[in-house]
């Protein structure tokens, strides 16, 4: 038996099922937080570039010769750029087409940018489920680790003559750390998966505006014509 409580001590002495339970949700809280970076960036890029377009968009630019900018390097094109090219692109296909209604042309145009929107809020949802499951698993693995060191650790007391405080607060210690490192893991996790799917609400909201007052444009430009 021995006196040493550190950190360090428990963990490397604690049994298997502990230590597994451990090695797992530190590595869920490396992927969490390697996530919540990313996301971080991938959606304030979101933003800016979101910003930065509609400076440009609503400065009066012609939406030919926005279209013809953008389209040179159509490759480097994110969020709502894609969803203005795609809707751009198919009302002048379908504007080129002999026949076809201005109505039509311009529910093709909503129609296609509707598609590409919804494929952006896709790429952006990604690795939101994952927060999710570590934020709501993450507690009850680290309580099967706890059980199951507090289990061990009672079970031990029957090899002893005398139960004392010493033979059992290692065990309970060493099953109690499991239980902080699933809260280290679940709340982080938590915290960003709910400020990431608000902004991502918001940012969802602001390119089906968009969408909206683009089509309004395009119901102008087609009367005006």
């Not at 490396?30 to 400065?59: G, H, P």
């Not at 289990?151 to 010493?166: C, E, H, I, P, Y």
Request: glycine content about 6%; cysteine-free; overall charge negative.
């Amino acid at each position: 038996m021995t006196n040493d409580l550190s950190i360090f001590y428990l963990v490397t002495n604690a049994s298997f099922v502990v230590q597994f339970v451990m090695f797992i949700l530190f590595v869920a809280s490396v992927l969490s937080w390697t996530f919540i970076f990313s996301k971080r960036k991938e959606l304030n890029q979101a933003f800016t570039i979101m910003d930065e377009f509609q400076q440009v968009f609503w400065s009066g630019m012609d939406l030919a010769t926005l279209y013809k900018k953008l389209s040179h390097h159509g490759f480097e094109a994110e969020g709502i750029e894609k969803i203005f090219l795609a809707g751009y692109k198919e009302f002048s296909r379908m504007s080129q087409t002999a026949g076809v209604d201005s109505v039509i042309q311009i529910e093709s145009a909503q129609r296609v940018m509707r598609i590409e929107l919804t494929k952006e809020i896709d790429k952006l949802d990604e690795t939101l489920s994952f927060l999710a499951t570590v934020g709501s698993t993450s507690p009850y693995v680290g309580l099967f680790g706890t059980v199951w060191g507090i289990m061990n650790s009672f079970r031990a007391l029957g090899d002893v003559k005398q139960a004392t405080l010493a033979h059992v607060a290692p065990g309970i210690a060493e099953a109690l750390i499991a239980t902080a490192i699933g809260l280290f893991a679940a709340i982080p996790a938590v915290v960003a998966y709910n400020r990431f799917t608000s902004r991502l609400d918001r940012l969802a909201g602001r390119y089906e505006l968009f969408v909206d007052e683009f089509v309004v444009l395009l119901q102008r430009q087609v009367h005006s014509a």
